[in-house]
């Protein structure tokens, strides 16, 4: 969820609809929090941030997350190459986008092992994360050195923090690439929803893997989006005075755009 740079009052939903963009987009989304707890000085934002890069290392290595982002990357790059020769299509702007694929792909190729592996090496670090997920387990007499630490400069704290972050970068930076081509596919479109729901049946023949909903804030309402390959349902709600949801009734207007 985003709220929409052109429009404040718009918030901006979006809904995968297969587990590898679904990861794709917690990754961003780790990363987007990342690089913003790493820019504040606050020692307390700087073990957020640290504890965020954890979360990132573990999200990226339950899967072989980096083969399927070089594969995705190549596959995206054989895509555009089809277009060459087509009239319609700016062979600068397609030259454009074929080299920042093949940077990518060449960075992350580079790394060695899985995402984050050369952090498991650093034994301070994990000692560090065996115990952010337990209650009060960075506390100063559990982990004086890490204590220490926090109460160093905060540029120092943010010069070590850019070089943990730089074994995930490749793979942050390759995501960013894909999911802003995936973004760019859609076209957005005006559609009602008739007393709160609103039902689309998906073109056959056609797989898409991203749902992008933008929806003014300032209805109070809220979208439960389900979809899968053949049918996209959405269903609004909002939050009544007894802190539940409650389903509207109310005919209401949004844009959606499908991307594949």
């Not at 050195?145 to 926090?150: G, H, K, R």
């Not at 709600?237 to 959606?256: C, E, K, P, Q």
Request: aromatic letters at 6%; one cysteine or more.
């Amino acid at each position: 969820m985003k709220t929409d740079a052109q429009t404040p009052s718009v918030i901006l939903y979006e809904y995968p609809f297969n587990e590898r963009i679904r990861t794709y987009l917690r990754l961003e989304h780790l990363c987007d929090r990342l690089t913003r707890l790493i820019h504040r000085e606050d020692a307390l934002d700087h073990h957020f941030a640290l504890h965020t890069l954890f979360e990132i290392i573990d999200v990226a290595s339950r899967a072989d997350m980096k083969s399927d982002v070089l594969k995705d990357l190549d596959k995206q790059k054989q895509l555009l190459n089809n277009f060459r020769g087509n009239p319609a299509i700016s062979e600068q702007a397609l030259d454009q986008v074929v080299v920042q694929i093949d940077e990518h792909f060449t960075r992350l190729s580079q790394l060695t092992g899985k995402t984050g592996h050369s952090l498991s090496e650093n034994d301070w670090l994990m000692g560090i994360r065996s115990r952010v997920s337990i209650p009060g387990g960075t506390c100063e007499f559990d982990l004086p050195a890490y204590f220490d630490w926090q109460h160093k400069p905060a540029s120092d704290r943010q010069q070590d923090l850019m070089r943990w972050c730089a074994t995930v970068q490749p793979l942050a930076d390759g995501i960013a690439l894909l999911l802003q081509m995936l973004r760019d596919s859609g076209v957005s479109q005006r559609v009602v929803a008739t007393g709160g729901q609103f039902q689309q049946n998906l073109p056959q023949g056609r797989t898409f893997q991203l749902l992008r909903l933008r929806l003014d804030h300032r209805l109070g309402l809220i979208p439960e989006i389900s979809g899968n390959r053949l049918m996209v349902s959405v269903r609004l709600v909002s939050l009544g005075a007894d802190s539940r949801l409650h389903a509207t009734t109310n005919d209401a207007v949004f844009d959606i755009a499908l991307c594949s």
